[in-house]
């Protein structure tokens, strides 16, 4: 009977007590890599590029039909002007939208710790921090990069650096 209690508080010493630590501070270098690496941005410029094509396919068939089409023509070449501003206030808003979230992560310090079953996530800026508890279970993808995980919870990813992690660490069972 005496072997049961010192059991249980070494379950619950592991429920308290993180089984990994880490903490992280990115520089810009890595920030730029990282995200170029989760956007995929080629791949939205290769599906912009086709629309592109499809339209001036359209604004040709238009001109060798006839008369008929002629109406048409302005249609498909209006779509395809508005298509194309759209096209660059998306590219420009994107690009500030990176930015901003490129300085925001340098300028702050990640700190991981892993449980049995979540980990807690800690950002710290100069002014603020705030804790995520995330349950194994709710990480909906990790990323595998070339120097960094990447962890996805609630559409927005913690990263960390490969090299800093332990050998066998928990993230990469995940």
Request: hydrophobic share 40%; aromatic share 14%; net charge positive.
């Amino acid at each position: 009977m005496e072997g049961r209690p010192v059991e249980e508080k070494k379950q619950n010493r592991g429920d308290y007590m993180p089984n990994e630590k880490y903490s992280f501070n990115f520089t810009e270098k890595e920030v730029k890599e990282f995200l170029k690496q989760v956007t995929n941005r080629k791949k939205g410029v290769i599906q912009q590029i086709c629309w592109i094509i499809i339209f001036f396919g359209l604004i040709a068939l238009a001109f060798l039909s006839g008369f008929v089409f002629e109406i048409l023509q302005g249609i498909f070449i209006g779509i395809l002007i508005i298509y194309c501003l759209l096209l660059i206030l998306t590219y420009y808003r994107t690009k500030k939208i990176l930015k901003e979230g490129r300085s925001r992560i340098v300028g702050n310090t990640y700190k991981y710790e892993f449980f049995d079953d979540y980990v807690l996530v800690a950002v710290l800026d100069s002014t603020s921090a705030r804790t995520v508890q995330i349950k194994y279970t709710d990480i909906t993808n990790v990323k595998n990069l070339k120097n960094h995980f990447g962890l996805k919870y609630a559409n927005q990813y913690y990263f960390l650096r490969k090299a800093d992690l332990i050998e066998n660490a928990k993230i990469t069972t995940l």
